[in-house]
């Protein structure tokens, strides 16, 4: 077992012991039936700064102090890189990889090289700190760290079979099964794409559906999620917007350019659409501006069975059910009851008997900052927005209202109860 980096700077001589250079750098083959890439060309840095790329069918022997040459420098004849050829140090190294088991993105700090069969092949990826050490030139304290520490772990080793390698000059990706990224929860997704740069967001993104790009984009901030659909096609962008929670959909298109804004919303449905552009019309911090258009409701001369029977065939699955509110044929908000409260309740019963007529609500115009005092003062997990003439038009979930208070980050960790 050696390192790339352990090989990297080493004496390159010809057959009769004369120097040509140093080793820069290694070639190794891509095949679709082989798992690991075979070495098949050296890179020599030479004395004249020149460099020369020789076949490895050349080599006499790699892994020693310096690389012997098979022929003299006049009777090499330079290698020709082919299309699935890679260069370990220049393409590899300091590349990032997408580790969907971690949920990290973590960085290629050395390639780990095995003999087998004959050949030098790449064996596993080196992602752990004792790889920097080692290329610091501190072989003997890597070395020592690696033997001794307990945390240095076949965790810090990813293996090349494992890889997926993207364009060159971009990043790798673990090999995962799309099964895999849909078992990530969004919140994963977004830690993952927030350690990426544009052009591997972009590409990553490619790999989600709507629907996981829509929940993964609600896990960011509004201006994030701008950047992260920027280059994405508006028809795309349309369907996610779609899958986003209105209040969430509204943030995103407050971001973009208007002109585009405007061109999403006339590609969006068109219920949708209208559910957003209500949104829109408010200040992006009073309540009309931060409330969600989806809860449920239901009428009052209803029993607890048949309210029950109205919430499995309307309720969407996404939506805010944790209370339910209590509406007339005017739309005016009378009454709120919660799930337990539903379930408690005898069949046969009213829900007008045993809803709370006393509802604690916010006008259209509160600030966010009221709005967070009262769900506070009321232990609410929601409230609902109503306007002068007590009509309901949305509901502030918990985390919408305390987004001023605590940061994204912290907020967006709250269990969703209210979900």
Sequence with gaps: MV??????????????????????????????????PVVVAIVVKQRNGKDLIISYSNVVVLIAPAVPLKTSLQEIE???????????????????????NGTRVVRVNDLELARVKGSIVVSNVDISGVGIIRRLGLKKIARRISSRSQNYTSSNFISWSDMELLQRGQSMRLKVPGDKIADLHPAELADIISEMDRAQSDEFLEKLDVKQIADTLEEVEPDFQASLVESMPDEKVADVLEEMAPDEAADLLAELPK??????????????????RKLLAYPEDAAGGIMTTEFVT?????????????????????????????????????????????????PETLVTDFMNDRVVS?????????????????????????????????????????????????????PRFYH
């Design 259 to 276: 002109d585009r804004s405007e061109d999403l919303l006339d590609l969006m449905e068109e219920e949708d659409a209208e559910d957003v």
């Design 362 to 414: 916010v006008d259209l115009m509160d600030s966010q900052d009221n709005i967070a005092q009262i769900i506070s003062k009321y232990n609410l997990l929601a409230v609902p927005v109503v306007d002068d003439q007590q009509k309901l038009h949305g509901i502030v979930t918990l985390d919408d209202a305390l987004d001023k208070i605590i940061p994204t980050a912290w907020k967006k960790r709250l």
């Design 78 to 100: 330079p290698y020709q890189p082919a299309e699935n050829d890679l260069f370990l140090q220049e393409d590899v190294l300091d590349k990032q990889i997408i580790d969907i």
């Design 298 to 346: 239901i009428p009052p001369d209803v029993t607890a069975e048949q309210a029950i029977s109205i919430l499995r065939e309307t309720a969407e699955e996404d939506e805010t059910i944790f209370y339910v509110y209590v509406i007339d044929s005017e739309n005016h908000l009378i009454g709120v009851f919660s799930l337990s409260d539903l379930i408690l309740a005898k």
């Design 3 to 36: 390192y790339l980096s352990e090989l990297i700077g080493k004496v390159v001589s010809d057959i009769d012991g004369k120097r040509i250079g140093h080793l820069k750098d290694l070639v190794a083959s891509i095949k679709h039936d082989i798992p690991h």
